[in-house]
């Protein structure tokens, strides 16, 4: 008695992953970003899934931190983007954050803070991407400064890579390259640094350092549009899933769903599944987007609604009202549909509506 379409995730594939971000880079230890609720897959579940193996979560920032603290995750969490405002931050240290600074105004803030406990701080320098952090050259300043103030436990240099998922591009290695510069300006010896997101794990060894911080990996998804032979042993975690509805004959000619998108060549037999926009399969999903029906492709035809799209089941055997529809998951990757939406997978799933009910499995 509930709306058919759902997304399922598989918790186990989670720690799956989790364990093989490990395994690829055995000498760094694995953060677990669970930012944007997990991506979509929920990130009190998986933070607890991930409780007995994950040092250390990153989130976006302190909401998404106070969430996990409620639900109970005792393990430390750093803000990726740091604090916001200078009067987050006692509440962060208390709350066992650890703390981005990527600009001078965060670090005069956290000189400036009254807090009663020192705090990690994760030193950002700008190494290419050009988003967040401070300027290679301002790095050795910057480091002894937090590391002289009673409110610094420990300083960590960390950046981000602009390109990391090009497999092609040669911005991996000259990131690289202004890091290990910045990190040789720095005078003390072993500061803890991080460089690493998935596709660094998946691709980049050289690229790994005391710290990675894998996120979409996490989830089975490629952060690459082609093929990655570390990649492609990924086990999706999100499986988003429907059943067809109602069924119809179509003369050739005809047309199906709005605007009139998609007229038949022939004389076609049509299936209407329970999901739509609402649910969060993508709008822009174009005509022709694969669609599994007991487990067989089927191309979508017509305009995605809210509620409803319709698939052409041509020829297809034994299609009745009540079958299952995969609108991804195990057997069609997200990164598939989100091609065929002028999207990638990072945003399909991390998007999804709260009607579409979440299940664990
Ligand atoms: C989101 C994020 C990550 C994880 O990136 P993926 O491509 O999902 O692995 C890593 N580092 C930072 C700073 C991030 O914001």
Request: charged residues 20%; contains cysteine.
């Amino acid at each position: 008695m509930s709306r058919p379409a759902k997304i399922f995730i598989d918790l186990a594939a989670v720690e799956a992953n989790y364990k093989y971000a490990q395994i690829l880079a055995p000498n760094s230890n694995a953060i677990a970003v669970v930012k944007a609720d997990a991506y979509g897959h929920g990130a009190v579940e998986v933070a607890k899934k991930l409780a007995s193996s994950a040092e250390l979560f990153a989130v976006s920032c302190l909401e998404e931190a106070l969430v996990l603290r409620q639900a109970g995750i005792e393990q430390s969490i750093l803000l990726l983007e740091g604090c916001f405002s200078q009067d987050e931050i006692p509440l962060a240290v208390t709350q066992n954050c650890q703390l981005v600074v990527h600009t001078q105004q965060q670090i005069d803030e956290l000189l400036n803070a009254d807090i009663s406990q020192p705090v990690s701080v994760w030193l950002k320098v700008d190494t290419g991407m050009h988003r967040l952090g401070i300027q290679p050259d301002e790095a050795a300043q910057a480091s002894l400064t937090l590391k002289a103030s009673k409110n610094v436990k420990a300083v960590l240099l960390m950046s981000h890579f602009s390109s990391a998922d090009n497999l092609a591009s040669d911005g991996v290695s000259k990131q690289l390259d202004v890091f290990e510069n910045c990190v040789s300006t720095i005078k003390e010896i072993g500061i803890q640094k991080s460089m690493a997101n998935s596709a660094g794990i998946l691709a980049w060894p050289n690229s790994h350092k005391n710290w990675n911080r894998p996120g979409i990996m996490l989830y089975g998804l490629s952060p690459f549009s082609e093929y990655q032979p570390q990649a492609s042993q990924l086990q999706a975690a999100m499986s988003f899933e429907s059943e067809i509805i109602a069924m119809r004959d179509v003369s050739a000619g005809e047309s199906v769903g709005y605007g009139d998108t998609w007229v038949a060549n022939r004389p076609s037999v049509v299936a209407t599944v329970a999901v739509g926009y609402g649910d969060g399969y993508p709008r822009t999903a174009k005509l022709g987007t694969p669609v599994l029906v007991n487990k067989q492709r089927v191309p979508l035809a017509g305009r995605v609604s809210m509620d409803m799209i319709s698939i052409d089941v041509t020829g297809l055997q034994n299609v009745n009202i009540g079958d299952k529809v995969e609108l991804w998951g195990k057997n069609l990757g997200a990164n598939e549909v989100a091609f065929w939406a002028d999207t990638i997978g990072y945003e399909l799933v991390t998007r999804m509506p709260t009607r579409a009910k979440r299940l664990f499995i």
